[in-house]
């Protein structure tokens, strides 16, 4: 995706499940290249940001989980994906990397926008499920919150300036979910280098 949107081939980004940040920072097997969420902000383009699926690291088969993290909640999604919770820590520094990049990149910080989930940032983090943690959904959201202060919010209206090519993803609730969504303009975009 990074490529297409340098290339210009997509002029906006619903970026909706950032689990490869927990793999990248914690050593999972679906890592995200280190200049993750920087093409579109670089770009300048409307981008739309969820925390969707960062409650879980992913691994290949449940034999292939490191030893140090054996004794943490396991999820076998299927026989070739196993998840492992994140913990609070990791939520926190997950919100953090996720705001640095965020106001390190944006050169049009009105154009990005950070949606928080309610109930859970994942199908399996919902009011009931494996893994449920307020305690770390509240730590990944106030330290995305924390990471950003000091600079002015973004625009809710990021969209309306998109033109023909813009990034389609469809929602399966039974695939991709991330619970309701709540906008939320928090995020203090602004690069100082380029105020």
């Given at each position: ?11 906006s980004v619903l970026d909706i ?74 939520c926190e520094q997950i919100g ?76 399966n609730s039974r695939l991709n ?19």
């Amino acid at each position: 995706m990074e490529r297409l949107v340098k290339e210009g081939q997509i002029d906006s980004v619903l970026d909706i499940t950032t689990t490869e940040i927990c793999d990248h920072l914690i050593g999972g097997s679906m890592s995200a290249v280190p200049e993750c969420l920087e093409a579109a902000a670089k770009v300048g383009i409307p981008y739309v940001v969820s925390l969707g699926a960062t409650d879980m690291v992913n691994f290949r088969p449940v034999a292939t989980v490191p030893e140090k993290y054996q004794l943490r909640k396991l999820f076998e999604h299927n026989s070739d994906i196993t998840l492992m919770q994140t913990s609070e820590e990791e939520c926190e520094q997950i919100g953090k990397f996720l705001a640095e990049k965020l106001r390190n990149f944006a050169v049009k910080p009105k154009m990005v926008q950070v949606v928080l989930t309610s109930g859970g940032v994942s199908m399996i983090a919902e009011q009931g499920g494996p893994f449920e943690d307020v305690k770390a959904d509240d730590k990944l959201f106030q330290s995305s919150k924390r990471g950003s202060r000091g600079v002015p919010s973004c625009a809710r209206e990021i969209l309306e300036q998109s033109t023909t090519k813009i990034l389609h993803l469809t929602l399966n609730s039974r695939l991709n979910p991330i619970g309701p969504v709540i906008p939320v303009s928090f995020l203090q975009c602004t690069n100082p280098r380029r105020s």
